[in-house]
C-alpha cells in the first residue's frame, strides 16, 4: 500500500502515477490517496478528460461506484489553471491527454503541488499509451496494480479489447475488455489476427 512520504522541507511538489490494465483499481487508488489529502485537510482538485463519459461526465468514478467531483477538460495545459492555495492535484485516465502533460504536471510540481495520476500504461495492442511512459520516467512516485486474469488467474498486466475496433480509443467496460496476463494477452491476440 502507497503512503504518502513525510518531505515537510522539500521545496517542490511531486508526481505519484498509478497505472496498469483495465479494472486493476487505479482509479480507485487515485480516489483512495485523494481522499486522505482531503482528510489531512489539503485542498484538492480533480481532472478527467472531457471525453471521458462512461460513468458521469463530471465525476471521476472507479468500478466500485466510489466517486469524486471534478473538473473535466480537453488539454492537458488546463490543468495549470488550478484554483488559487491548492495542494493536491489528481488526475485520471492520463492516457487520453496529449503528450505534452507530463511537462504541465512538472510545472505544478515546481509550484510545489502534488500531482496523483492515474491511466492505462498500454493500449490494447499492449504498446505504450499516450503520455503515460513519460510520466512514468518523470514521476518520483510509481504504483503498477494489477487485475486478476479470468482465464488463468494469474496477475493481468494487460487490457484485451473483445471487439474487432481498430481505433486506439474505444471507451468501454467489460463489454468490450478484459484484463489478461501477458500469456492470455499474446493467445488471444495470436487467435484474434493470425497472420
Known sequence: MFLEPGFKSQRSGWIEVICGSMFSGKTEELIRRLKRARFAS???QIFKPTEDTRYDERQVVSHDDNALMSTPIMFSSQILEVQGGIEV???DEAQFFDRDLPKHAQTLCMRGIRVIIAGLDMDYKGQPFGPVPDLLAVAEYITKVHAICPHCGNLATHS??????DETIVLGEKDKYEPRCRACFSMGQILKFPD
Open 160 to 165: 484485451y479489447r473483445l471487439t474487432h475496433d
Open 42 to 44: 489539503q485542498k484538492v
Open 89 to 91: 492535484v489528481g488526475i
